[in-house]
């Protein structure tokens, strides 16, 4: 070390002016050299010397050729991705600073501004020459041990500003994993910052000293003193903190409900599900949100969800980016995603993100955990029906990671013991794995891929095997290109598949098969233009390939004669741009807009009828037939999405949003319920996409510092071109599905109550929705209507719907929880009488819709008990006792219709008629 003395003298002037143009100029060259090599080199060929910190110069290797350059060229270039800057002293003597520039004149007006206090955010345009260099005076450096002083960036005469941004990622040093939702505060200029999902942070601060300060639950605070002379990063390595407490509570993004701008969005943690009570004691995210307002199933043994009046086909379901079409397995008692490797899910009912399109109520955005890059762990769960365990595996130390899950089924016991006849003598299996494998590159690139199989397979009578699987893989690589833009590349393929294998007695045994397969490309990138704006963009395209059906003899005696319906293949595209606006501390907004293209493709045929008449083979007049990849039919148009909030207080707040969407796709069923032989249809020359529109207004207050939230939101959606099936439709292996069909109109209105209790011993929620669901087909000719072209409820229409989940901590390892359920019947039509035609007995029924089923409600119990909370121990366990419906109530599944003897009997069909008890033992390690 060279002169020190000198050297820190002169930083306190800090900062760096350019060298002169008179200096010296030197021919060399270096490969592979030190920094503190081509110093010497400098030294022996030139009259300078240069005075510095050894440790500043670091291990960097350089490379560089020069002839008859002046000394500052070289020194500029060497520095370059350095923090180090340098000042010519007497033309004799090279003083390096660190961060600084040496000033040898002061700005203008600087005595008059050398006592402002910059605690004030002010704007970047402001004149350069007016502003003082970064000076820390020693007497205000804090009393404090161990406070490390961190310098970002380096100082330059050329583009001084006020303020510099400041970003970087913060994990926990133990798992590796981000830690959203931590606190970042700038204690000396009272402003602060919040981490995203994966724990990235920005924050624009003025230029100086900063005091920065980390908090979040759980984790230990972090103190640093910052020095900022330029753009830069700083990341984190945080420790868990340990404390004993009476109860251990997580309280992240409390306030959202409040601070959102989104209308109708609310976040799931699987971890949260833990505590609730469900059947057979198997966590399940899907049927935990059927408990929030708004969202509702047709009951017990029933697949699909019904967002806001919405039919099934209409909720967009995603795993990690790729989509799901049957998220459930077992008659949709469980559902098909691996709780243990599910992180949680972002629910969209409301206003949908620009980047979201395709379908018409909601947006389920389910994402996967990303594996423990520190030491291999795992989770596993024994249960009465399945098993369960998941691995993660470091692959490269605090680079990468795989995650593994996998789940069985031994549930053919539980079919025997049900109140239903026609399944006591039936046997039903399932098993669904996932891995994902997450690298991390570099600072600015992170890959991370999912791939995921679920099968499941059931016979209800001793001749039909029934089975259907999905499948789906994406990748998603994340770049960032500096400290304002980041991007998304997202590849994805989905496959949903359904098999029928019929073998009877008699000589007529097929096998019959459907798949829908899809693949996606998405381009989307983030623009943090500045403090209040954040913009979201970019592209996606998705090619549908759909095989609709096909049947083919098994054996060589089967008079089964094969068919196969052609295939559909469509291209569905999009654009979007979004924009979270915040105005202020009152006013938030998040506009977009989605500009969406769809077109159906060949290879095929379209049917031609003749115009203003109903569909059917008498009035089908011609058949056009299309080349492969040749456009039969273009739809699309602007989406749009709007979403604002205004902040009456920090814990009071309104919100108002506008949606409109397009869905392209399908489903074809006559039942009630998602079952798995319903098949999927994309739109063509003949059937038209969905749209709708939804407005909602809601309100939402917080109390005693948001241990309880409090909302009550309203919404009305309008929807056209709505699906669904003429009287006696034959919807399964039909080449003119067009003739089954009719679109219509349907409108839903709602008003959703939430009361929720976030901490203390008792904890939970309640929620209420009104709501009715009506749907219209209206046409000139009668055989296109139903119900006289009036509006009637939909088979989804519940409008009273009661949810209430609790969860009592008596210490930290026991508590109990409780889940009531009570929903108004659906809609079904029933037989009202008889009549004879041609010496045969028919039966009349009533308008479709007309009656319902008896109200549903249940309550189920549970405990929990939790093992004790040693850190060194080799696993943590968890048990879960639990009866599902425990007042044993018969809820109606179904009511059908038997003629005996004249006449007309009904009957009701019930899955769990009587108390489902179950115990689940659940272990981390």
């Known amino acids: 070390m060279k002169n020190t003395i000198l050297a820190f003298l002169l930083l306190l002037s800090v900062n760096f002016l350019l060298a002169q143009d008179d200096t010296e100029r030197v021919s060399l060259s270096f490969t592979d050299s030190s920094i503190q090599n081509v110093l010497s080199t400098l030294e022996q060929s030139t009259?300078?010397?240069?005075?510095?910190?050894?440790?500043?110069?670091?291990?960097?290797?350089?490379?560089?050729?020069?002839?008859?350059?002046?000394?500052?060229?070289?020194?500029?270039?060497?520095?370059?991705?350095?923090?180090?800057?340098?000042?010519?002293?007497?033309?004799?003597?090279?003083?390096?600073?660190?961060?600084?520039?040496?000033?040898?004149?002061?700005?203008?007006?600087?005595?008059?501004?050398?006592?402002?206090?910059?605690?004030?955010?002010?704007?970047?345009?402001?004149?350069?020459?007016?502003?003082?260099?970064?000076?820390?005076?020693?007497?205000r450096?804090?009393?404090?041990?161990?406070?490390?002083?961190?310098?970002?960036?380096?100082?330059?005469?050329?583009?001084?500003?006020?303020?510099?941004?400041?970003?970087?990622?913060?994990?926990?040093?133990?798992?590796?994993?981000?830690?959203?939702?931590?606190?970042?505060?700038?204690?000396?200029?009272?402003?602060?910052?919040?981490?995203?999902?994966?724990?990235?942070?920005?924050?624009?601060?003025?230029?100086?000293?900063?005091?920065?300060?980390?908090?979040?639950?759980?984790?230990?605070?972090q103190r640093k003193r910052v020095l900022i002379y330029n753009d830069g990063t700083l990341d984190f390595n945080l420790n868990e903190s340990i404390e004993q407490l009476d109860e251990v509570v997580v309280e992240a993004d409390k306030a959202r409900n409040v601070e959102d701008e989104i209308t109708g969005s609310t976040t799931i943690e699987s971890e949260e599900t833990k505590d609730i009570p469900m059947v057979l004691g198997e966590r399940n995210i899907l049927s935990v949100a059927t408990t929030l307002p708004g969202i509702t199933n047709a009951g017990e043994g029933a697949s699909g969800l019904n967002v806001?009046?919405?039919?099934?086909?209409?909720?967009?379901?995603?795993?990690?980016?790729?989509?799901?079409?049957?998220?459930?397995?077992?008659?949709?008692?469980?559902?098909?995603?691996?709780?243990?490797?599910?992180?949680?899910?972002?629910?969209?009912?409301?206003?949908?993100p620009a980047e979201f399109g395709g379908r018409l109520s909601s947006v389920f955005d389910i994402t996967t955990i990303d594996g423990n890059v520190e030491k291999f762990s795992g989770e596993a769960s024994i249960g009465p029906v399945t098993g369960n365990l998941m691995l993660e595996i470091p692959i490269v130390k605090d680079k990468s990671s795989l995650v593994l899950g996998g789940r069985g089924a031994y549930s053919d016991w539980i079919l025997r013991s049900l109140d239903e006849e026609s399944l006591k003598n039936s046997s039903a299996s399932f098993y669904d794995v996932v891995a994902n494998y997450t690298h991390k590159v570099n600072e600015n690139n992170q890959i991370?891929?999912?791939?995921?199989?679920?099968?499941?397979?059931?016979?209800?009578?001793?001749?039909?095997?029934?089975?259907?699987?999905?499948?789906?893989?994406?990748?998603?690589?994340?770049?960032?290109?500096?400290?304002?833009?980041?991007?998304?590349?997202?590849?994805?393929?989905?496959?949903?598949?359904?098999?029928?294998?019929?073998?009877?007695?008699?000589?007529?045994?097929?096998?019959?098969?459907?798949s829908i397969n899809e693949?996606?490309?998405?381009?989307?990138?983030?623009?943090?233009?500045?403090?209040?704006?954040?913009?979201?963009?970019?592209?996606?395209?998705?090619?549908?390939?759909?095989?609709?059906?096909?049947?083919?003899?098994?054996g060589p005696e089967s008079i089964i004669r094969p068919f196969d319906i052609d295939e559909d293949r469509a291209l569905e595209s999009a654009i979007f741009l979004g924009d979270n606006i915040k105005i202020g501390d009152k006013v938030g907004i998040e506009a977009g807009i989605r500009y969406s293209f769809y077109a159906a493709l060949g290879e095929s045929t379209q049917r031609v009828y003749a115009p203003g008449q109903p569909r059917n083979q008498a009035t089908l007049i011609d058949s056009v037939a299309y080349k492969n990849n040749e456009v039969i039919e273009t739809y699309g148009g602007p989406e749009f999405r709007l979403s604002g909030r205004y902040s009456f207080s920090d814990d009071f707040s309104v919100k108002a949003g506008f949606n409109s969407m397009y869905q392209y796709i399908h489903t074809l069923s006559n039942t009630t319920t998602v079952s798995p032989i319903d098949t999927w249809k994309l739109s063509d020359s003949n059937i038209k996409p969905q749209r709708s529109n939804q407005v909602s207004l809601g309100f939402f207050k917080n109390f005693e510092d948001d241990m309880y939230e409090l909302s009550l939101e309203g919404y009305y959606k309008t929807s056209q071109d709505i699906l669904?099936?003429?009287?006696?439709?034959?919807?399964?292996?039909?080449?003119?599905?067009?003739?089954?069909?009719?679109?219509?109109?349907?409108?839903?209105?709602?008003?959703?109550?939430?009361?929720?209790?976030?901490?203390?011993?008792?904890?939970?929620?309640?929620?209420?929705?009104?709501?009715?669901?009506?749907?219209?087909?209206?046409?000139?000719f009668s055989e296109e209507q139903i119900n006289g072209g009036n509006f009637f409820p939909s088979n989804y229409d519940k409008p009273h719907d009661v949810s209430l989940v609790a969860n009592y901590k008596f210490t930290t390892r026991y508590s109990a929880?409780?889940?009531?359920?009570?929903?108004?019947?659906?809609?079904?039509?029933?037989?009202?009488?008889?009549?004879?035609?041609?010496?045969?007995?028919?039966?009349?029924?009533?308008?479709?819709?007309?009656?319902?089923?008896?109200?549903?409600?249940?309550?189920?119990?549970?405990?929990?008990?939790?093992?004790?909370?040693?850190?060194?121990?080799?696993?943590?366990?968890?048990?879960?006792?639990?009866?599902?419906?425990?007042?044993?109530?018969?809820?109606?599944?179904?009511?059908?219709?038997?003629?005996?003897?004249?006449e007309v009997k009904a009957f009701k069909s019930s899955i769990f008629a009587i108390p489902i008890p179950s115990i689940t033992y659940n272990f981390k390690f």
């Open 47 to 139: 009259s300078y010397q240069f005075y510095y910190v050894d440790n500043w110069l670091g291990a960097k290797l350089v490379s560089g050729s020069y002839e008859d350059t002046p000394v500052t060229e070289v020194l500029n270039d060497l520095f370059q991705n350095t923090t180090l800057n340098f000042y010519i002293l007497d033309n004799e003597k090279i003083i390096l600073t660190q961060n600084n520039i040496i000033y040898d004149q002061l700005p203008n007006r600087f005595f008059e501004r050398s006592g402002e206090q910059t605690t004030e955010i002010v704007d970047d345009t402001e004149d350069t020459e007016s502003l003082n260099p970064v000076f820390v005076a020693e007497e």
């Open 141 to 221: 450096l804090p009393r404090q041990r161990n406070l490390e002083t961190v310098r970002i960036g380096k100082e330059t005469l050329d583009g001084q500003k006020r303020r510099y941004t400041l970003s970087g990622v913060i994990k926990n040093s133990k798992t590796g994993k981000p830690i959203p939702d931590l606190s970042l505060v700038i204690r000396n200029r009272k402003i602060g910052t919040v981490t995203d999902e994966n724990g990235f942070y920005e924050i624009t601060v003025p230029a100086g000293e900063n005091l920065l300060e980390t908090k979040a639950l759980g984790i230990e605070s």
């Open 308 to 352: 806001r009046g919405g039919k099934t086909d209409q909720n967009l379901i995603l795993l990690d980016d790729g989509v799901v079409y049957n998220p459930t397995h077992f008659f949709g008692i469980f559902q098909a995603l691996n709780p243990f490797v599910t992180k949680g899910v972002d629910i969209y009912k409301g206003n949908v």
């Open 448 to 514: 991370k891929a999912t791939g995921y199989y679920s099968k499941d397979a059931f016979s209800i009578t001793s001749d039909s095997l029934y089975g259907y699987s999905n499948r789906l893989v994406t990748l998603d690589w994340k770049h960032k290109f500096n400290e304002k833009n980041n991007g998304s590349l997202i590849l994805t393929n989905s496959e949903y598949a359904f098999g029928i294998d019929f073998d009877g007695q008699s000589n007529n045994d097929f096998n019959l098969g459907y």
């Open 519 to 554: 693949t996606e490309a998405k381009l989307k990138f983030k623009f943090l233009w500045n403090e209040n704006h954040t913009l979201d963009y970019g592209i996606s395209s998705k090619l549908y390939n759909v095989k609709p059906g096909f049947i083919e003899p098994t």
């Open 724 to 780: 669904d099936f003429k009287t006696g439709a034959q919807l399964l292996l039909n080449n003119n599905i067009e003739q089954e069909v009719l679109q219509g109109e349907g409108q839903a209105y709602g008003v959703e109550f939430l009361v929720r209790k976030n901490s203390g011993k008792l904890n939970g929620w309640l929620g209420y929705t009104y709501s009715r669901s009506l749907i219209k087909f209206a046409s000139d």
């Open 817 to 902: 929880s409780l889940n009531f359920s009570y929903q108004t019947g659906r809609p079904v039509t029933y037989p009202i009488g008889q009549y004879n035609f041609n010496n045969s007995e028919y039966v009349f029924y009533s308008n479709r819709n007309e009656f319902r089923i008896p109200d549903y409600f249940r309550l189920d119990i549970g405990v929990n008990i939790e093992g004790n909370h040693r850190i060194k121990k080799f696993a943590h366990s968890f048990w879960n006792i639990s009866i599902y419906n425990v007042l044993g109530r018969a809820n109606p599944y179904s009511v059908f219709f038997v003629s005996e003897g004249g």
